[in-house]
């Protein structure tokens, strides 16, 4: 057969034995016929080659060998032309009937020579014919006179055929079945522990569990496995990885085309066509989208599965479904997509699998297509893949020959670029303003239009659309945006002809959406109504978004509502959670705006260091022009962040960041505002700074919205009227804001308290600052909580009460240690961050902590149950005394302590150790 490399056979040791049963029986004058057949590279031509060389060196055999192939088929006597010219010298006389047979003649005189030659020698001759299937039909008819001619002489005569080929070499097969002698041996793909074997001509130590990775990719197939092999030695060192997965092979996409060339054109289109619906959906659907007969379809996939492309009906690995499809031109692909979506669409398949093939076409869709397209965008702009759904929607825009029906997708569409990137969508707003002046964006297209151009900063383009629509459809629009237009743009809303006051959430109609609702409760929240029923409404919203609901504004307004509401550890977990998942799926604006809403929470929780590293990634998630006048958000905490810790450059860089003029229009304008504020008292520019607040007052009032948990701008003024000593305005806007606080907002009480205690008589001014860090440990604000201690601290160091002053001491500078708060610089002015007014001083008892001393253990226990509220009958029985001792003890307490009432015995429970306390 000539010289061939050796190649090691793996798993081929009972079909090499039982060829060797086949020639054994032939030398014995019996003959021998063997079909070994395989699928494509399983190594059918290496058992024929290790055969004929036995034969040929251990039994001194005459081999004649001939290699079919596509070419020859079509020329007479190829086959036999080949068989004839391999011939040993020995049967020369065979070379010359060789010559009349390679130009297509083959007399009777040629024929008998041959016979006698091949029948009548004194040596086994063996006859091997790789491919058979592709041998020529007269070399077939030849071969099948041969075999049955030689049933008795030592000739051994064995031929190799590829599955799932029919054709002339069909009767052919059936003759040999005739044979007394026939065996049929039938190679199959490598089991894992054969991969590990043919793995180890290369490499040293292999796993099983590399091996069942080799096999998963290359089913076992020894082309395949070799060819891999060599792409792995070019590319990795040392051992195979237990998943070969390579950036750019080559032998291997070589040695895929080479098995599919050996197989039939059916079992090539079948390939390449489950390769597309196994990656883009469909492959139930195979038989089908082929429009084939499906007992020819699944007989093609059989040779598929027999030569380890295929497994359980669909091609084994997405490596090999890639190159298939790689092996496509362009046009060849889009056809195959058109195609496979005109079938799929007919089956009532899924539109997401649908739709995956009309955009793998590239090229518009039909009519029918476009439900289809904006069918399948709805489960990945629920799920967040906004890119997904953008690719989708900009398809059937592009597609659809209708007006109307363009604008609405072009509206969806900018929503989802919106996510990805504002500024991507602001580029298709132009056309959106087009499309409404055309008469073609209605109803919530008109809602989304407005939102966006909003959020561009182009106000004065959306107060003239709302000053040109009829008054039935602007009131319409104002209905279902007014809510949100007064809690986000409150200042816009006054511009627009004949704008009505926003319907409080008990008064809008029934059928408007959540984000309506939500912006509504939101509302009536900042005017200083309950919030029960708001923080109610944010839960339940939030609860829903984190089991995968979808992502809605109603969402930033839900978690607005936990942040104005003090309930800082539960918006800071939603949040969190939400951002996290924003991030994972690529959601550039949401994430940033997430990162920033994170920022606020921090700064009013008092992480500092968290606060400004989180607005500084917010702005870098977004580009400043992508921000539009929400960019006064992330701006206004990294600016509050870094004047509080000192690093007053780095505020000052912040405070140059451009902002769009349209901020001071939104709810945004009043957190900038109040952060410069900060910044300008820092550098003492009082003046400034009390110019800044009082507009944060004005803007807040006139928006009805003057809510102390939106920001404490009194609280501010009332410092800075302190300091220049006009004390009773002092106290006045204290004690206004302490009024305009809900109860349920421990956080913004807590301030209050603090301001106003800081303008109270030094014994209020104990009750009101521990009330103030009492409100503040609940609410959850470090740096507010380290300034009351800090407060109280010296309040009580004023009235000469030095154990609780340490106590107070010690607490506040461990919470300010614990935040990056400089509590000593920030009592001198040097941060700006004043904890506490100047003292107004009053004659008081030179060490009350004595006075406090004095007390006996009876009179303290009854003096800490009378400060903590209980009667004298509740004392009496608390402590098995009667009421009269309880009296008694009241008087003495009072005289000591030199107090008229019960209540002010709260200033010295601090006093009475926790050990002598009830």
């Not at 961050?833 to 060490?847: C, I, Y």
């Amino acid at each position: 057969m000539g010289e061939r490399p050796v190649v090691v056979l793996v798993e081929r040791d009972a079909v090499a034995a039982g060829l060797r049963e086949v020639f054994t029986g032939a030398a014995a004058g019996r003959g021998g016929v063997a079909v070994v057949q395989s699928g494509p590279g399983l190594g059918k031509t290496e058992v024929l080659h290790a055969f004929a060389r036995w034969a040929e060196e251990e039994h001194g055999a005459a081999v004649l060998a001939a290699v079919c192939s596509p070419d020859e088929r079509d020329v007479p006597l190829s086959a036999i032309a080949q068989l004839l010219s391999s011939a040993p010298e020995s049967m020369s006389e065979l070379h010359d009937v060789a010559d009349e047979v390679a130009e297509g003649r083959l007399d009777a005189a040629g024929a008998r020579l041959m016979n006698n030659a091949l029948l009548g020698g004194d040596r086994p001759v063996v006859m091997v014919v790789d491919d058979v299937h592709l041998a020529d039909e007269v070399s077939l008819r030849r071969l099948g006179r041969f075999i049955h001619r030689a049933r008795s002489a030592p000739v051994a005569i064995v031929v190799s055929v590829c599955d799932g080929f029919e054709g002339p070499f069909s009767q052919f097969l059936t003759e040999l079945l005739r044979q007394p002698s026939f065996r049929r041996f039938t190679l199959t793909t490598l089991s894992a522990d054969g991969v590990a074997e043919l793995l180890a001509e290369r490499f040293a130590g292999v796993g099983r569990e590399q091996a069942l990775a080799w096999r998963a990719m290359t089913g076992g197939n020894p082309l395949l496995i070799r060819a891999l092999l060599e792409d792995v030695q070019e590319q990795e060192e040392g051992q195979p990885t237990p998943a070969p997965s390579l950036p750019a092979p080559r032998t291997f996409p070589q040695a895929l085309t080479s098995l599919l060339r050996r197989m039939p054109a059916l079992a090539r289109e079948v390939a390449v066509t489950s390769a597309l619906l196994d990656c883009f959906g469909g492959a139930e659907h195979l038989v089908e989208v082929l429009g084939l007969d499906e007992r020819s379809v699944w007989q093609a996939v059989s040779s598929l599965e027999a030569a380890g492309i295929a497994c359980g009906g669909t091609i084994r690995h997405s490596m090999l479904s890639r190159l298939l499809l790689d092996s496509l031109d362009r046009p060849q692909r889009a056809a195959l997509h058109r195609r496979a979506a005109d079938v799929l669409a007919s089956l009532n398949a899924p539109a997401q699998v649908t739709a995956a093939h009309l955009l793998e076409a590239e090229e518009p869709a039909d009519v029918w297509a476009i439900p289809v397209l904006r069918e399948a965008a709805d489960t990945p702009r629920s799920e967040g893949r906004f890119l997904d759904a953008a690719r989708l929607l900009e398809l059937a825009m592009d597609s659809t020959p209708f007006e109307e029906e363009r604008a609405e997708i072009l509206m969806e569409l900018i929503g989802c670029e919106w996510n990805l990137d504002p500024a991507m969508a602001g580029r298709r707003l132009p056309d959106a303003v087009a499309a409404y002046h055309d008469g073609h964006l209605l109803g919530e297209g008109l809602d989304f239009l407005v939102r966006h151009m909003l959020w561009q900063g182009d106000e004065h383009e959306v107060v003239a659309i709302c000053a040109a629509l009829p008054e039935e459809r602007r009131r319409e629009l104002l209905e279902r945006l007014g809510p949100w237009l007064a809690v986000t743009w409150p200042g816009i809303l006054e511009r627009i002809p004949g704008h009505a006051e926003p319907a409080t959430q008990d008064r809008l109609p029934h059928a408007l959406g959540l984000e309506a609702r939500g912006a509504a409760l939101l509302r009536d929240m900042l005017a200083g109504g309950p919030a029960h029923e708001a923080i109610a409404f944010a839960e339940s919203c939030l609860l829903g978004a984190a089991e995968g609901r979808a992502f809605a504004p109603a969402v930033i307004t839900a978690l607005d509502v936990l942040i104005y509401a003090d309930r800082l550890d539960r918006a800071a977990l939603h949040c969190a959670s939400l951002r996290a998942d924003a991030q994972a799926h690529g959601q550039r604006t949401r994430a940033a705006l997430l990162t920033a809403m994170s920022a606020e929470i921090a700064l009013r929780q008092g992480a500092l260091e968290s606060a400004a590293d989180l607005a500084a990634e917010a702005l870098k998630e977004l580009p400043a022009k992508a921000w539009g006048p929400a960019v006064g958000l992330p701006l206004s905490v990294l600016i509050t962040a870094q004047t509080l810790t000192g690093r007053l450059s780095q505020a000052a860089e912040a405070l140059n960041h451009p902002v769009p003029a349209g901020i001071m229009r939104t709810r945004w304008a009043v957190h900038y505002l109040y952060a410069r504020g900060r910044y300008h008292r820092a550098m003492g520019a009082q003046r400034a700074a009390t110019d800044d607040f009082r507009t944060c007052g004005e803007l807040l009032r006139s928006w009805k919205m003057d809510l102390p948990a939106v920001v404490p701008w009194r609280t501010e003024v009332a410092e800075l009227l302190w300091e220049t000593e006009e004390s009773d305005q002092a106290r006045g806007l204290a004690e206004e804001q302490l009024r305009a606080c809900p109860t349920q907002s421990r956080r913004a009480r807590g301030i209050s308290l603090r301001a106003l205690a800081a303008t109270s008589a030094p014994r209020s001014r104990l009750r009101l600052l521990n009330e103030a860090v009492e409100d503040l440990e609940k609410g959850g604000d470090q740096l507010e909580l380290a300034r009351a201690l800090d407060l109280l601290s010296k309040a009580y160091f004023d009235l000469g009460m030095t154990r609780p002053a340490r106590a107070s001491a010690q607490r506040a500078s461990g919470v300010a240690r614990r935040i990056s708060y400089q509590l000593g610089s920030a009592r001198t002015g040097e941060h700006g961050a004043v904890t506490h007014f100047p003292a107004q001083r009053e004659p008081v008892h030179e060490s009350l902590d004595a006075a406090a001393d004095e007390l006996t253990e009876a009179e303290q226990r009854v003096a800490v149950l009378a400060a903590k509220g209980y009667t004298n009958r509740q004392i009496s029985q608390k402590l098995f005394v009667t009421v009269s001792t309880v009296e008694q003890h009241l008087t003495r307490i009072y005289r000591k302590l030199q107090v008229n009432r019960r209540s002010d015995l709260g200033d010295f429970l601090p006093l009475i150790s926790p050990a002598e306390a009830v």
